[in-house]
């Protein structure tokens, strides 16, 4: 497996002092002061200290950055024995006037050696320099590896903590456990967090619990293969785990992005079972609707009575304006291919997006338990109202998913 354009947080320290104050507890993806994996110079094979020390197995994500206290020195920075490139950005000093010194960070170029393919078990050796002095070089041993869970490695990136939380709760995250080829475009958090509703996740005991509306706009975020973006060509279109929706990429200046979300980090690893992250910074949204429809009781009804659908969302570039309506069909009689005379209820007209807590009015009264499919039906002649029983079928016709409406079952129980 080669993961590419991957890069190594590692913070190489000469003084153990260095350690005080700094977190160690959580990365970014833009590195700043004391939010990078740290290692203790002092705990190396060699130089000043010469004390033994084991290998050092850090994380593996995006950024490799090498910091030092120094004093009127120039700093070399060597990994088994080869000079790394520098970028311009590296150029920085961070003044500590408690030490009356310096800090100078050096920034490696994204093909970091420590990243390479067997780096989860192959060991390098990091070796620091200064000059003018006659310390000798000091060296660390360091193991690269890639957490174990897919929740580990996204969590520790607050980038993409919204994300890792909502594919937690959507169960997309168990999916992406069980290993394979899976390219994830993961939207930042900001994005996320400014969502108007936040999609439902409410399924029945009998439904998987990635076919809630959260779980299929996540599914729809996710690559049934291993796409590295260096690879990515002008247009390419791919499959999606959101049964027959796919997305297009785009490539232009040697920027990527895909259905119109830019993507602005390239190639983060997931796990050892080749699975990456796309950060994006937008949100994609499919072209067929989605619905959440649980089990429910329901009181004596009456005709004009409404009963509520738990979640939905609808797009907006489908038809003259998108969006829809959520239509119950009686189960029994949908089965038996009455389409509509199958109809017991209708929405009002439902905006596009993510909609919660949606009305459905019922045409007649329910009086006993009740089989019903939630259908989401387009606005096919952007009139905001609903025409598939006066039109007798020819328009407001269901959305579709891999050829199929776009149902989702529920039974309603009336009690007196």
């Known amino acids: 497996m080669i993961h590419r354009f991957r890069t190594l947080p590692l913070l190489l ?9 700094c977190d160690q507890s959580s990365q970014n993806v833009d590195f700043s002061s004391g939010d990078s994996y740290i290692i203790n110079f002092s705990n190396s094979t060699g130089g000043d200290y010469g004390a033994a020390a084991d290998t050092v197995v850090v994380p593996d994500t995006v950024d490799y950055f090498v910091q030092a206290f120094t004093i009127d020195k120039d700093y070399s920075w060597r990994v088994n024995d080869t000079e790394l490139p520098v970028e311009t950005r590296a150029d920085q000093t961070y003044e500590w006037q408690r030490r009356g010194g310096e800090f100078i960070s050096v920034v490696f170029s994204p093909d970091d050696p420590i990243a390479t393919t067997d780096s989860e078990t192959t060991s390098h050796m990091v070796t620091v320099d200064a000059s003018p002095d006659d310390i000798l070089p000091d060296t660390v041993q360091v193991r690269a590896e890639i957490p174990g869970a897919v929740a580990t490695q996204l969590g520790r990136i607050s980038d993409f903590s919204t994300l890792n939380s909502l594919a937690a709760t959507s169960g997309i995250a168990q999916v992406v456990a069980q290993g394979g080829p899976l390219t994830v475009l993961g939207p930042q958090s900001r994005v996320l967090n400014t969502l108007p509703a936040v999609p439902t996740q409410a399924t029945d005991a009998d439904e998987p619990i990635t076919s809630s509306v959260l779980g299929d706009l996540l599914k729809y975020h996710a690559i049934p293969a291993s796409v590295a ?14 049964g027959d929706q796919t997305l297009t990429f785009s490539v232009s200046g040697g920027e990527v992005s895909v259905d119109g979300a830019q993507v602005v980090y390239p190639d983060v690893p997931l796990s050892n079972d080749d699975e990456n992250l796309h950060g994006i910074d937008g949100l994609l949204t499919p072209s067929t609707a989605s619905l959440d429809f649980t089990d429910r009781t329901a009181e004596n009804t009456a005709a004009g009575d409404s009963i509520t659908v738990d979640g939905s969302f609808f797009p907006e570039d489908v038809g003259p304006n998108g969006g829809g309506f959520v239509v119950f069909h009686d189960s029994t009689a949908l089965a038996n291919g009455q389409v509509i ?22 045409d007649e009264a329910l009086s006993d338990t009740t089989a019903v499919a939630a259908m989401a039906h387009q606005d096919t002649n952007g009139n905001e109202t609903y025409d598939f029983e006066i039109s007798g079928g020819t328009e407001d016709g269901p959305y579709t998913l891999s050829g199929n409406p776009v149902i989702d079952y529920g039974v309603i129980r009336v009690s007196e």
């Open 229 to 242: 973006s260096g690879d990515i060509t002008d247009g390419q279109t791919v499959e999606t785990l959101y």
């Open 13 to 21: 320290l000469a003084s153990a002092l260095v350690l005080v104050g």
């Open 341 to 362: 005379g199958s109809i017991i209820g209708k929405s009002e007209y439902v905006d596009p997006g993510v909609q919660n807590e949606i009305k459905v009015g019922l």
